[in-house]
């Protein structure tokens, strides 16, 4: 009889329990997607997570079979090794806990629990479903026609027995549909890796590698034959690393592909970078600078002399800052000289000075001679050493505008390698007109983004980073946040959900609150606390602010920049 009536307790509290996450869950059927997982999150007690901030790979969601993951209404959404974090919409429902369970005794399995919406969970599961780029072009039925084959190989040198071979071997098309694929999907580099039983080939698309597909074996060595004739290197050595470059001039545009070739384990490894000048024509204002930065930076270079730095690791877009500069400045009366290591790209009326080549010249002896050929503007690829940094200041101390780039992590950075680099602290602040930090972030394709509701966690959190940005005209702060904006993907970006890139940026100049740090206790922290009371806005929160627009996702900007909150 005592057992009966514990049954029945058990019972009874099992369906009050039931219809309480009933209730609470029909009470939050009008609410946001985010809000309602916010909630339940909180009653199981559990973390949650916006997964429009995450990014989430095919690899990691294929932990679990495609067909389980969809019956327990879970994913897979991050994992080291055998450790899995498993994101869920009810913690509580039948087949998820049958599911948790079963994960349990597997082997070697570990897990933590958090809480998405279920549009959250449909955007892992997507992953299921990734099409490489090339799979994409394939199912639109896209492809490299004779007439296309014809117009890539103008101006090519030594093509006429090439040509012929093209016609006869068929695995030699390859590689004008690799060339044709990047060129169509504006990739900036092409990787075409050897491995044991196939080639892998991979774009770098807006600054992100993506998977294209597998190449035969066979295939590599037609491929890397045509890349050593087309670069001029030299075809009977395979056990030293070369590099080269040729042209393929389309219509009215002139493309530049430099060419590298790495022995490695399975064969050469051939790496192509896409040079396309229209790049590198950008005005100032389609660089990504808000309205508070552009006017800055207008006032700056408007200056008959100083420096301007332009500082970010490889690949933030330092030189195409470099060269929007070069292109506003460049007038008849005025003479620009460049020293760059390669040249990547041509532009009329500027006189450009190769370094780096065998016999030719070094950044320190080629900046000597340009400095005495009477130049208004110079442009130095990259101060890299103590003696390239004295002449560069020198020369921004005695009539000449000079603009560089140097490799740090942070505008505030900058300094302190300036006097690693043995530059006089005292010269820094006479020098130096501005100091400019960047990264590249992707924008949300304008054709398929799409708003969501964010949870009020997630606004609270943003709002508390926009509460740190110093006020100045030109930034706008908006005052609610009702909606933002994430990746979907379609035809239009190749299935991606971004398209185009964009910079953030930190900026300050030599204002007499910086000035009078440098010439103190230096260090990054008192430049950055300096910078900032004179209204500099860090890269991650312009990131926050192009995010809130529209422009980009808070998931592309953590990608970027690390971790927001």
Known sequence: MQTDNKKIIRRERK???????????????????????????????????????????????????????????????????????????????????????????????????????MDGLRRAWSNYNFETVVEVFENQEMSLKKEDLTEFEKGINNIIELKKRISEIHTTEIFNIIIAGAIKTKSSDVHIEPELDHIRLRYRIDGVLQDITNLPKKAHRTILSRVKMLSKMKLNVNDAPQDGHFDINLENTTINVRSSVLPSNFGESIVLRILCESSIKIQLDELGFNQYYLERVEEQISKPTGMILTTGPTGSGKTTTLYSFVHRLNQPSIKIITLENPIEYRIDGVSQTE????????????????????????????????????????????????????????????IPRLLHLKVDKHLIAPAINAIIAQRLIRKLCEHCKEEYVPAQETVQKIKSVLAKIPKGDGIEIPDEIKVLHRSKGCSKCNFIGYSGRIGIFEIF?????????????????????????????????????KALSGLTSLEEIIRVTGKIF
């Open 355 to 414: 370094v780096g080549k065998k016999g030719g010249l070094t950044f320190i002896d080629g900046l000597k001679a340009i400095v005495r050929q009477d130049p208004d503007i110079i442009m130095v690829g990259e101060v890299r050493d103590p003696e390239t940094a004295e002449i560069a200041i020198q020369a921004a101390l005695t009539g000449h505008m000079v603009l560089s780039t140097l490799h740090t992590n942070d505008a505030a950075g900058a």
């Open 509 to 545: 100049t030599m204002t007499p609150g910086v000035e009078k740090v440098i010439l103190g206790n230096i260090s990054s922290s008192g430049i950055l606390e300096a910078a900032r009371q004179d209204g500099m806005i860090s890269m991650q929160e312009d990131g926050v602010l």
């Open 15 to 117: 369906e009050l329990k039931e219809k309480i996450q009933k209730e609470t869950l029909k009470r939050l059927y009008h609410k946001s997607e985010e809000e309602k997982a916010t909630a339940i999150a909180s009653r199981f007690n559990l973390p949650y997570i916006d997964l429009s901030m995450v990014p989430i790979g095919a690899e990691t969601v294929n932990s679990i079979p495609e067909e389980d993951a969809l019956r327990a209404n879970l994913a897979v959404v991050h994992k080291v090794g055998r450790k899995f974090q498993i994101a869920v919409v009810d913690p509580g429902n039948y087949e998820t806990k049958k599911m948790l369970e079963k994960l349990k005794k597997e082997d070697g399995v570990n897990y933590s629990l958090v809480v998405v919406s």
